[in-house]
């Protein structure tokens, strides 16, 4: 884990629900794997005290790609800043999603702040069967670019709240149809969004016995398990989702 | 010509190598630190509040940021006395060497760990500080009689008579040095801190976080679960400054000085009014690192103001008595 000063090369607007953040750091984008994040500090000034954690978008030799919404006071500061303007991060963090599967069909149910660790886990898996790649979002002008989808080794679905792009509805019904048609028991779930569409996830995983883990986003302060802010009810008491997490198997989750 | 510059502070019989330490319940219990901090370069370590029994903590959410400051109402999680005794103690005794201050054989000072500790009653203080008065590793006690987030958490510093009773019976139980954390939420602040000091406490640590709230509009909630949370960082560091001059001015007692340190200037702030000690908190969680910088700040003004000795930057504060009289004690 390293604490680095790095400088923006890039930071813009993709679309109507996301800012893309690039910057280059060797020690940051050393053994990252997708589902870890880094803690950033936006500011320096102390108005803006504690920093927040953003997963990894995409690694590509140094340089680190982080996918955004802009969802309170300190990814406002962050959509301000430019080309040449520095941040703190501390990373990587957490314990990530994981990769190898053992002959299950991989289908990823991502929303919201859950997409960017979704795709860049659908990057980089070799699964031999095609993993399968849900995105919900509230219309057509949240779906991402297809360029920001090329690299991804999967079947993109998207599920829209309006109908605009995709199947209508949330993205649970895009899981649905995929359980009428396959064995449930021979999927494995990874989720990483919203709470309630994680719980919705969930609860289908329970209902038709199917095993996964979701990525859990709780406030976070220290990001090092220190502070005990960001813990997650589990089987075994309270987690921390910085250290512990914030990947958890959906069987420890309460 | 570089002159060796010495930041040994006595407390008692404890000599501290240097003022700076963390906050209890900022720093973790054990290694979390430990790949950005070089425990040895601190002057000691105090760890987040030890109960006798396992706490499981507050509901989530806990904390919440506010301008220049957090709330957080974490609620004393920890796996109690018997699990940090057998799993973390073990652990500083190995890093830390025995916790010792001592110059052991003229190797370099090893540091101190301060063991923070909370009970709902007399008898739990009592009971942990005779658990903890049998380990080798264990420095000093510090007695969270001011923790806002738990029920009982303030009750021994909502009145001096019920903190003089806590006090003196720790220090009747164990012969290890007693810091006693006070918050400033007790209505006669200066009664308690009197009630401490006249139990024997050797030492207090000023301040723990002051209550506060706030909520989210659009679910009409409060944010913290717990409704109310400890609100600490830079927004509480004047408050902490002051409750420290107002202790220093009526009371000959060193001070473990906490509140929104975040720099060297802001613990230098503290240091001239009358610390012995600095306590690094909320900064612990912006900035991994934020004790060694402070430490090396210190260093640099005090080459600044070619300082020898730490002795000459603690309690320098000038003030007229002509102002003071201005001052409303308490």
């Known amino acids: 884990m390293f604490d680095e000063v790095v400088t923006i090369l890039e930071n813009r607007k993709v679309n109507a629900e996301y800012y893309k953040l690039i910057f280059s750091s060797k020690p940051l984008s050393q053994n990252v794997l997708p589902g870890q994040f880094l803690n950033i500090q936006i500011d320096g000034h102390e108005n803006l005290l504690l920093r927040r954690p953003f997963s990894y978008y995409r690694v590509q030799g140094n340089r680190i790609e982080i996918l955004y919404e802009i969802l309170g006071r300190g990814t406002q500061v962050l959509a301000e800043k430019r080309k040449g303007h520095t941040l703190k991060a501390l990373g990587p963090l957490g314990k990530p999603f994981t990769q190898k599967l053992k002959g299950k069909k991989r289908v990823l149910v991502a929303g919201g702040v859950g997409v960017p660790p979704l795709v860049f886990l659908a990057e980089q898996v070799q699964d031999k069967t095609k993993p399968l790649l849900l995105i919900g979002c509230k219309s057509k002008k949240e779906v991402l670019p297809k360029a920001e989808l090329r690299k991804a080794r999967a079947e993109v679905r998207y599920a829209t709240n309006d109908g605009s792009y995709g199947k209508k509805g949330f993205v649970t019904a895009l899981l649905e149809e995929l359980i009428e048609r396959e064995d449930p028991k021979s999927l494995f779930i990874q989720t990483c969004g919203p709470n309630a569409m994680m719980e919705a996830v969930m609860k289908m995983a329970d209902e038709f016995g199917m095993e996964g883990e979701a990525s859990i986003d709780e406030r976070m302060a220290c990001g090092v398990g220190a502070c005990l802010g960001c813990v997650v009810e589990t089987k075994d008491g309270f987690k921390t989702s910085c250290v512990e997490g914030p990947v958890f198997s959906f069987s420890e989750l309460v | ?330």
């Open chain 2, 1 to 330: 010509m570089t002159t060796k510059i010495d930041l040994t502070t006595k407390i008692g019989n404890l000599v501290f190598k240097n003022p700076a330490t963390v906050a209890s319940g900022t720093f973790g219990s054990k290694d979390e630190y430990i790949r950005y901090v070089d425990y040895e370069k601190l002057g000691a370590i105090v760890t987040k509040t030890v109960t006798p029994k396992l706490r499981k903590g507050n509901p989530m959410p806990r904390i919440y940021e506010t301008p220049s400051g957090m709330l957080n109402a974490i609620g004393l999680q920890n796996k109690g006395i018997d699990d940090f005794i057998e799993n973390k103690i073990p652990y500083f005794s190995t890093i830390l060497h025995g916790g010792s201050a001592n110059l052991c054989g003229g190797r370099k000072i090893k540091t101190h760990l301060i063991v923070n500790i909370a009970g709902e009653s007399i008898e739990d203080f009592v009971m942990l500080a005779k658990k903890l008065d049998r380990e080798d590793g264990v420095s000093a006690l510090e007695l969270n009689i001011s923790c806002p987030n738990v029920k009982k958490g303030l009750e021994f510093c909502a009145k001096p008579d019920l903190t003089y009773d806590v006090v003196k019976a720790v220090k009747d139980a164990t012969k290890l040095p007693i810091f006693t954390k006070l918050s400033p939420e007790a209505r006669d602040f200066l009664g308690v801190a009197e009630a401490a000091i006249k139990a024997g406490s050797n030492a207090l640590s000023l301040i723990n976080t002051i209550r506060g709230m706030a909520v989210d509009i659009e679910k009409c909630r409060p944010q913290l679960a717990n409704v109310f949370g400890g609100l600490s960082g830079p927004a509480i560091r004047p408050i902490a400054l002051r409750y420290l001059h107002e202790v220093k001015r009526e009371f000959d007692i060193p001070v473990m000085a906490m509140g929104g340190i975040m720099t060297a200037q802001d613990a230098l702030e503290f240091l001239i009014t009358g610390a012995h000690l600095i306590a690094v908190g909320t900064a612990n969680f912006v900035n991994p690192k934020a004790t060694m910088e402070i430490l090396e700040g210190i260093e640099d003004y005090m080459k600044r103001k070619s300082y020898t000795s730490i002795d000459k930057i603690r309690g320098s504060l000038k003030t007229k008595q002509a102002d003071e009289k201005y001052i409303p004690a308490g």
